[in-house]
């Protein structure tokens, strides 16, 4: 199931966010933005941490936008490299993470998708949620 996130980051508003692994980490969500030219990218990764977060990226569809390709491994100084959990070459410089560390869920956003509330259905209660019946699941604080 694709799932998507809508939140508010900076006044603006987000829509269809892609979720990079939702029901995760109790629904811990950060959004993870990642720039370089004119219109950024974003995304959610559910971890316990940044560090979490950024390895969830890089191992995801979107991880491309991060992973150092071998061919040009030789432009990273190994004192300088970055390593995600499964041992690649990251390059971060164009990778921004938001969220609250330290709270329940550090980027709060509501889930979309097929067989959520139309109203959407808040990180934590999707992670908690029964399969069999989600529509008695409570989407607002």
Known sequence: MC?????????HELKDVPVLN??????KTWLL???????????????????DAIDVLA????????????TDL????????????????????HLLIHGQDGGECPFPCLYHGEGLPEAGMK???YWRRDD?????IPTKS
Not at 34 to 49: E, H, K, N, R, T
Not at 59 to 70: A, H, R
Not at 132 to 136: A, H, Q
């Open 3 to 11: 799932i998507t996130a809508t939140g508010k980051f900076g006044g």
């Open 132 to 136: 069999t019946d989600v529509s008695s």
């Open 33 to 51: 933005e990642i720039g370089g030219s004119y219109w950024p990218l974003f995304l959610i990764a559910v971890s316990d941490s940044v560090q």
């Open 123 to 125: 990180p934590g209660d």
């Open 59 to 70: 191992d995801s569809k979107f991880g491309s936008n991060i992973i150092v390709d071998d």
């Open 22 to 27: 939702p029901g995760d980490w109790f629904g």
């Open 74 to 93: 030789s432009d990273y100084p190994e004192e300088n490299r970055h390593y995600s959990g499964s041992g690649r070459v990251l390059d971060l410089d």
